[in-house]
């Protein structure tokens, strides 16, 4: 028998209700120095596991909020209801509820948050009127409410499209564990069984009670789950604001069982975390970051940090906003070579979604206007560093200071590059250390250092590094700068294959013809300066015709990121060539050889 966890410095007693005892653990003062109350914050736990699941966050939480956590009956040191069938309907969890919140918030309301069955349960109190007034918001994590999961299956069994089976039929085999529950004895023997099994492999202490939370807590899902899928409520609104935190990587809970939840939450904040079912253990920085802000946006408090990791509060939206917001609302995302062209669009693409962003450069009054139009289009915050990427030193002391001052980078978008044009013959070693020092160990140097702190943090994250369609389209035109590329994107598959154990993405974005100001910079070698400036009068007008945005490039990049691809051409000119180069690279070759000086 293993030891069992413990919330830290948690004050404990028991609240009877409905012929049970809730074991309740409290942290954090009721109230500031200064006698204002500080809010409460109600954290549920799942099945098979006990209150001691939300330590983590819980203390996280406690130097700021009052946090409550309370075994649920038949879990940890609740008592079980007896008999145990029909002792764990959701309405008699409702009153388990109410009762805790009375006696630890008699006056104000809490604010809930819930993973697994405690989401599941938090859904039913958000959305039936006895609980008006006793909740402020509440946050999801990893449980449906079964009245909207309802609804989700039967629409997609009465209209069907191909998607929308799939989609119903994916959600029923991440639900396979849920026809099991209804087996006499699997539960506690094989849950339990598992359960303890898990947490001896992982190096946890191994809870006595989970046998015991396996075998009650199948109740839950006997008492609940049939009848509530067959007869969902019409009525299932939710009265609170609701923060959806949707793990990515759930092996139980498709994402796509949140499609529409809109219709039913009027005031819905979608966040999406790149974890897998026990974000409370694995996560918890972030998600004492997000739960903290959001309490604060409700409570119309903006504070920053404290809660571990937190940031400003985000307002509290209703509906959609911004087609990324879920996914990068609060981030911090760092982008290279920001000034302009496309790296600028890349900064303003993040601030819409609502994340936090530096803008690094060498030139820092420009990189200070990046930040600032940031600001305009809807970043959380925006801040402007400078630094040459090429040089080591300086990208240390930027790594450090971003640390400091605004935290661990989320994602990290390596774009600045410069080009020299011209033969190999007249490149000079000059040019060719301007352009491998930019292109490739700026990609290196940001790669390694914002790397390493992300892989610290230990919450996975993403590097972007931007390469370009010249990675794998050669040209006798672009000798250094195609070099430069190739060496990008092989060292973002490496780096991809190296870093994926530790949850952080790596993308590399090829894109084509830009129209940027890429041209003005670019060193033209073995052309007099007449013939220099008529070839950059007609390179102008490709780009000028070709009309490419950086808009549709930095679209590509947070796209990326979500779906988390390897390696991303971004215009037709750069498919094709993708195409080709694994089709028929000696045509290719062939293309490769046309004349520069033609
Ligand atoms: P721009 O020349 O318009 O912008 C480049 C940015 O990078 C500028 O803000 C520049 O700053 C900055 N920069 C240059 N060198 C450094 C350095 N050593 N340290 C920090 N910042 C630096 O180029 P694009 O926006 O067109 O290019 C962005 C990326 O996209 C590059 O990597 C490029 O190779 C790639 N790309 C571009 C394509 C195109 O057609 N435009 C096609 C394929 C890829 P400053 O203003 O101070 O010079």
Partial sequence: MGARETVADARERWIPTDGVELCVAELGRRTDEDGSRRPTVVLLHGYPDSKELWAPVAERLADRFHVVLYDVRGFGRSTAPDPLRGGFTLEKLTDDFLAVADAVSPDAPVHLVGHDWGSVQGWEFATVGRTRGRIASFTSLSGPSLDHLGH????RLTRPTPRRAVQALGQGVRSSHVYLMHLPGVPGTVFGGLGTALARRRGRPVSPDLRGNAAHGAWLYRDNVRSRLRAPREDAYAHVPVQLIT???????????????????????????????WAPRTHPDRLAGWIGAFVDACEGRREDGGGGGGGDAPAVRGGRHGTYAEYFGEQLVLVTGASRGIGRAIVLAFARAGARVVAVDTDGENAARTAELARRVGAARAWAETADVSDGRAMEALAERVADRYGVVDVLVNNAGIAAAGPFLEHTEDDWNAVLGTNLWGVVHGCRLFGRQMAARGEGGHIVNVSSCAAYEPTRALPAYCTSKAAVLMLSQVLRADLAGQGIGVSAICPGIVSTTILDDTRFRGFDEQDRQSRIKRARQVYRIRRYPPEKVADAVLRAVIRD???????????????LSRLAPSLLRAFARINVRA
Avoid: I, M, Q, Y
């Avoid at 793990?247 to 974890?275: C, I």
């Avoid at 691809?565 to 195409?579: C, D, H, Q, S």
């Fill in 152 to 155: 989700w299956f039967a629409g």
């Fill in 247 to 277: 793990p990515a990587d759930d092996p139980f809970l498709s994402p796509a069982v949140h499609d529409g939840l809109e219709r039913w939450v009027p005031r819905l904040t979608r966040r999406t975390l790149r974890a897998g079912h």
């Fill in 565 to 579: 691809k390897a390696v991303v051409p971004v215009n037709l000119e750069a498919r094709a060539g993708l195409w």
